[in-house]
């Protein structure tokens, strides 16, 4: 639903009022937001971290691909959307799951992805988490069933962490 203006659009004072009017009913509106993807070939054991080594969109500068690579660390206090995905090919039977892990700890989980010999198994989904603005962090887990190093599909459309802030 759009937001009512205070304001018809008549002259340059009446567009000032407006963004003046949306800036204060959205004061946080791009805070936070990013997306990350995995553009290096990278093969992981089970339970590992996900270092996404290249940003599409930083806005805020919080998301590390330097330091702590693949790491999210919000500096304004919120509850957060975030959207990540992850993909590889293991032996039939194999599975491959996602999750957001908070502080170094696992948070949410995404549903498996159960491979069929040869063909993506995928795993992914779309969570919320509250964050403290000062000391949390969060980072995308990968978990595997093989026993061995597994293969992730890399690139944005296949390996990716993305979020924004949607609530203070």
Request: proline letters at 5%.
């Amino acid at each position: 639903m759009p937001l009512p203006l205070p304001y018809a659009i008549n002259d340059r004072s009446d567009v000032q009022g407006n963004f003046d009017a949306l800036s204060r009913a959205w004061p946080n509106q791009g805070v936070g937001v990013f997306s990350a993807y995995r553009n290096a070939a990278l093969s992981l054991v089970n339970a590992s971290v996900v270092t996404f080594d290249t940003k599409e969109r930083d806005v805020s500068g919080w998301f590390d691909i330097t330091t702590n690579i693949g790491r999210f660390t919000p500096k304004v206090a919120g509850y957060y959307r975030f959207t990540f995905h992850l993909s590889a090919i293991p032996a039939a039977g194999n599975r491959v799951m996602a999750a957001l892990h908070k502080n170094g700890a696992l948070h949410k989980r995404a549903p498996f992805g159960t491979a069929a010999g040869g063909f993506d198994s995928t795993s992914g989904t779309s969570v919320q988490a509250q964050a403290n603005g000062t000391t949390d962090f969060f980072e995308v887990g990968y978990y595997q069933s093989t026993g061995a190093a597994l293969a992730l599909n890399v690139g944005a459309d296949l390996c990716y962490f993305q979020g924004e802030l949607i609530a203070p």
